[in-house]
């Protein structure tokens, strides 16, 4: 597959499948990744992957962890989720652009809810966001949202309830670390309600789409979760996000 001829459109799709069963939960998780020409012209390469891929858990309290990595000609990937069906999704995605071009990503990552959760539940959500120079070449490296979305998307049946690093017209939300360096930044809300109810076996995504500069690495360090009451584990991910932010502040100075 060429790499050296225009921009490619990669899609990144990582999808959480549960079913109760007898109080349990019955977990399969899955990605694929396409990549093609926006135009529609030129190859298209799409990979399957699933959880024979990495190291895929299932706890005893329904919870699951899934690490894993990737490498091909058009970019490398690692990610390690956590997935909560009460419901939500946490987790590292780290993403390297082996292309001599920009490419634009879409990563997606989502649960299935094993309870009712009605329109105006609290949800929380946070994303520690950075950028390198990953292959040296001393030249700017930009991670950005693309034209009229956000690079966190938090969605709902597939309804977009929050969205952190918007593009905000006239200008595409950007981060730039200067060559050879690192960059990053966070946001977060909370005490915000959904609008949209989440039913039982009803879809919770944690979507990022970005555009990247060739041989540069973004991450994204995210949460999303939709509960009355966030859970330990959520709050204990919330909280090693805003740590991990600090340290990555303190290794880039």
Request: proline letters at 6%; a negative charge.
């Amino acid at each position: 597959m060429t790499t050296t001829n225009g921009t490619f459109l990669v899609v990144l799709l990582v999808a959480l499948c549960a079913a109760q069963a007898n109080s349990s939960i019955i977990s399969a998780a899955t990605i694929r990744v396409t990549a093609s020409s926006p135009t529609g012209e030129g190859p298209t390469l799409t990979v399957d992957l699933d959880t024979t891929v990495g190291d895929f858990t299932e706890n005893e309290d329904g919870t699951s962890t899934w690490v894993g990595s990737l490498q091909n000609d058009v970019f490398d990937l690692g990610w390690d989720f956590f997935y909560d069906p009460d419901p939500g999704v946490s987790g590292n995605l780290s993403v390297t652009n082996n292309t001599d071009g920009t490419q634009l990503f879409s990563a997606s990552t989502g649960v299935f809810s094993t309870i009712d959760v009605p329109a105006g539940t609290a949800m929380t959500g946070a994303s520690t966001l950075s950028v390198a120079d990953s292959d040296f070449s001393n030249t700017p490296a930009t991670v950005m949202s693309p034209p009229g979305g956000a690079i966190f998307n938090g969605l709902i049946t597939g309804t977009t309830e929050r969205t952190l690093f918007p593009t905000t017209p006239p200008a595409s939300f950007s981060l730039t670390a200067l060559g050879n360096g690192v960059n990053v930044t966070f946001d977060s809300f909370a005490g915000e309600t959904t609008s949209t109810a989440l039913p039982n076996g009803g879809l919770l995504s944690l979507i990022h789409d970005f555009t990247l500069t060739a041989g540069d690495t973004a991450t994204a360090n995210s949460t999303f979760f939709v509960a009355p009451e966030p859970s330990g584990m959520a709050l204990l991910l919330f909280g090693l996000i805003g740590a991990g932010l600090m340290r990555q502040r303190r290794a880039a100075k």
